[in-house]
C-alpha cells in the first residue's frame, strides 16, 4: 500500500495485509513484552502466546477465497480461537471474534463499521473474562475503542485517522495500567497484554501509513534463543498437516546475516517457516521435500551447527502406532480424562493414573484451544473432563466447551499437583457430574509450591526480586526468593500450616539433579518428621520444583 493521506475503506485483502504488518511488528517486540510479564512470576510468556496465537489468525486468513471483509474476519475469529494460547492469546481471540461479528457480511469496513468492529471487540472481550480487572489489556482496547468511535463521527471518510487515534488512545491507556493495578506500579512496569495490544494498533498503522516494511528484530544471545526455541516450534508442528516431508533445523552462525532473505528462501523451498536471532546467530525451522538446498543456502551465508532432519511422515506413523497400541491395550471407558502436562516424567505420573489422554503444555509453553480439541476428539469416550494443570490455560480449556460435540468439563486445576489429586478423586462408576464435583473438592485439599528462577530485577507484593535468583510461588503468590531452588522450597515450606500437612511430594525438573532432590528430602524429613516426604522425577521445563503438600 502507498502513503495515503486519507483511507476510506478496507477489502478482505487489505485487512489480511494489515493484520499481517501487525503480526510482523508483534514478532519484534516479543521478547519485550515477555519482559514485562511479571505477575505472579517474572517468567513472562505473554508476548510468545500473542503472536501465536495471530500466526495461526493468519493461517486461516489465507485460505479464504476472494475479498470479502466480513469473510476474511470469520476466518481470522476461527483461526484465532482455534490457535488461542493463553490467557492473553485467548482474549486477543475474542477481540477479533467481535471485530468479526460487527462486519457481518460486508466488502469492505470503513471508518464507522471498523470502529464498530473496535466497540464489539471490547465488549466481547470483557464478556469472556469472569472477573475483568482493570489495568489490563481489557481497559487498553475499551479506550482505543472509544477514540476510535470518537474519531469516526468526526470524519467518516478516514479510517486512518480512526486508526491513528485508536494508536494514540492505546498508547495513553498503556501508561496508565500501573495506576490502576498496584502490583505493576509495585514491579516498574505497564500491563504486558495491554503493550502487545498497542503493538498491534501500531503496526496496524504502519501498514495505513505505508511503512510495510519491518525493521530487523533487536538483538538477541543465544541463551535467549535457545530459550524460547523448543517451546515455539513445538507449537508449529500443531499447525495442521504439512504437504512437505522433513522437518529441518539448524543453527546459522556468521557475521552480518540476512534474516529477511534467508526466511524468503525457506518459504520458498517450504512451510512451517521460523528465521529468529541476530545478524550473528540465527535459529532456522522451516518443513521442506529438499533439506539440502536450505541448509546449502546457509552455508554460502555463514557456518551451520546442530543440525535436525526428521522426517515428518514417520513421526506421525510412529505417534500414530503408540497412541493405536494404547487404546488395544485399555478398555473404552464411560468417561475420559485429559491433562495438559510437561516433562516426560509428569506426563508417566498422569499415565499411571490413567488419563486418557495428555497434552503437552504448561508454563510459557500454552497449548491452544485447537490441541486440547484434538485431545478431547481422541478420547474413546463422549464424556470427557479436562484437566488444564495452570491458570494461564483454563480460559483456554473453557472455550473448548462450545465446540466440541462431547459433553466436556473444566475442573479448574490451576497446578500439576491439584491435577494428581483431581484425577486420584475420579472414579468410572460414578457419574459425570459426581466426579467433577469430587474432582473439584480434592483439588482444594492441595497446596502447591513452585520454584523456578527469575529472568529480571523487580519487586511484587513487596518482595525484592534480583535477576538470577530462584522464586517460590506458592498457590499462585510469589513469597521468597533465595540463592538455590532447595533454599526457595525450604523458605516457602514455611508459608504453610506444616501440621496440617501428611505428605509432600517433591517432583523435580529437567534441570535439578536426581542427587540435589534426593539431599532436599531427607533434609526436609529431618526438619518436618512427621510428614511423609516423596521424590518424584518430573522432567519438567523451567522450574526446578513443583511441591505437593496434601
Not at 466497540?119 to 470483557?126: G, N, Q
Not at 511484587?460 to 522464586?471: F, K, N, P, T
Amino acid at each position: 500500500m502507498t502513503s495515503p493521506s486519507v483511507v476510506s475503506t478496507l477489502s478482505g485483502s487489505e485487512l489480511r495485509a494489515m493484520f499481517a504488518s501487525a503480526t510482523a511488528w508483534l514478532e519484534r517486540h516479543v521478547e519485550a513484552i515477555n519482559a514485562i510479564n511479571v505477575f505472579p512470576v517474572p517468567d513472562g510468556d505473554t508476548g510468545t502466546n500473542m503472536y501465536l496465537t495471530m500466526r495461526s489468525t493468519l493461517e486461516e486468513a489465507y485460505r479464504v477465497d476472494g475479498d470479502s471483509a466480513g469473510a476474511v474476519l470469520q476466518a481470522m475469529s476461527k483461526g484465532a480461537l482455534m490457535g488461542a494460547r493463553g490467557n492473553s492469546g485467548v482474549i486477543l481471540s475474542q477481540i477479533i471474534r467481535g471485530l468479526a461479528s460487527a462486519a457481518g457480511e460486508r466488502q469492505h469496513l470503513d471508518a464507522p463499521s471498523l470502529a464498530a468492529g473496535l466497540a464489539e471487540a471490547a465488549a466481547t472481550a470483557y464478556k469472556a473474562v469472569s472477573q475483568p480487572v482493570e489495568g489490563t489489556i481489557l481497559t487498553v482496547m475499551r479506550e482505543a475503542a472509544a477514540a476510535a468511535a470518537g474519531e469516526a463521527q468526526r470524519d467518516k471518510q478516514d479510517i486512518l485517522a480512526a486508526v491513528a487515534s485508536a494508536t494514540e488512545a492505546a498508547g495513553e491507556a498503556v501508561a496508565k495500567t500501573p495506576t490502576l493495578l498496584p502490583v505493576l506500579a509495585e514491579a516498574g512496569v505497564v500491563d504486558a497484554g495491554g503493550q502487545g495490544l498497542y503493538v498491534m494498533l501500531e503496526g496496524f498503522l504502519r501498514y495505513l501509513t505505508g511503512e510495510e516494511e519491518i525493521p530487523a528484530g533487536p538483538l538477541v544471545s543465544r541463551e535467549e534463543i535457545e530459550r524460547d526455541w523448543l517451546a515455539v516450534t513445538s507449537q508449529m508442528h500443531h499447525m495442521g498437516e504439512s504437504p512437505y516431508g522433513y522437518c529441518t533445523e539448524f543453527l546459522v552462525c556468521g557475521q552480518n546475516l540476512p534474516s529477511d532473505d534467508i526466511q524468503k528462501r525457506m518459504v520458498e523451498l517450504g512451510d512451517s517457516v521460523l528465521v529468529v536471532g541476530d545478524e550473528s546467530l540465527l535459529r532456522v525451522h522451516v518443513h521442506t521435500d529438499d533439506p539440502g538446498s536450505a541448509m546449502s543456502y546457509c552455508t554460502a551465508l555463514g557456518s551451520i551447527d546442530q543440525v535436525k532432519v526428521d522426517n515428518i511422515q514417520a513421526q506421525a506413523e510412529e505417534f500414530l502406532a503408540v497412541h493405536q497400541r494404547q487404546r488395544v491395550a485399555a478398555p473404552p471407558a464411560d468417561i475420559a480424562t485429559v491433562a495438559v502436562v510437561a516433562g516426560e516424567g509428569m506426563e508417566q505420573v498422569f499415565q499411571s493414573m490413567g488419563v486418557s489422554a495428555v497434552v503437552g503444555g504448561g508454563p510459557t509453553m500454552n497449548p491452544s484451544t485447537r490441541e486440547l480439541l484434538e485431545a478431547i476428539e481422541r478420547c474413546p469416550a463422549d464424556r470427557v473432563v479436562l484437566l488444564p494443570n495452570d491458570k494461564n490455560i483454563v480460559m483456554a480449556a473453557e472455550q473448548t466447551l462450545p465446540m466440541s460435540p462431547k459433553e466436556v468439563r473444566v475442573v479448574k486445576t490451576t497446578s500439576v499437583p491439584q491435577g494428581v489429586a483431581a484425577l486420584l478423586a475420579f472414579s468410572p462408576d460414578e457419574d459425570l457430574e459426581a466426579n467433577v464435583e469430587a474432582m473439584e473438592e480434592a483439588k482444594a485439599g492441595v497446596r502447591t509450591v513452585e520454584v523456578t528462577r527469575a529472568i529480571r530485577t523487580t519487586s511484587i507484593g513487596g518482595l525484592r526480586i534480583r535477576e538470577g535468583q530462584c522464586v517460590a510461588v506458592v498457590d499462585g503468590e510469589l513469597k521468597v526468593a533465595r540463592k538455590s531452588p532447595e533454599a526457595a522450597v525450604k523458605a516457602a515450606l514455611g508459608h504453610l500450616p506444616m501440621e496440617e500437612v501428611s505428605l509432600i511430594t517433591l517432583y523435580y525438573g529437567a534441570d535439578t539433579r536426581e542427587a540435589e532432590a534426593r539431599e532436599l528430602a531427607r533434609e526436609l524429613r529431618r526438619v518436618h518428621p512427621q510428614q511423609d516426604v516423596e521424590v518424584v522425577y518430573g522432567g519438567q521445563p523451567h522450574y526446578y520444583y513443583i511441591v505437593s503438600a496434601e
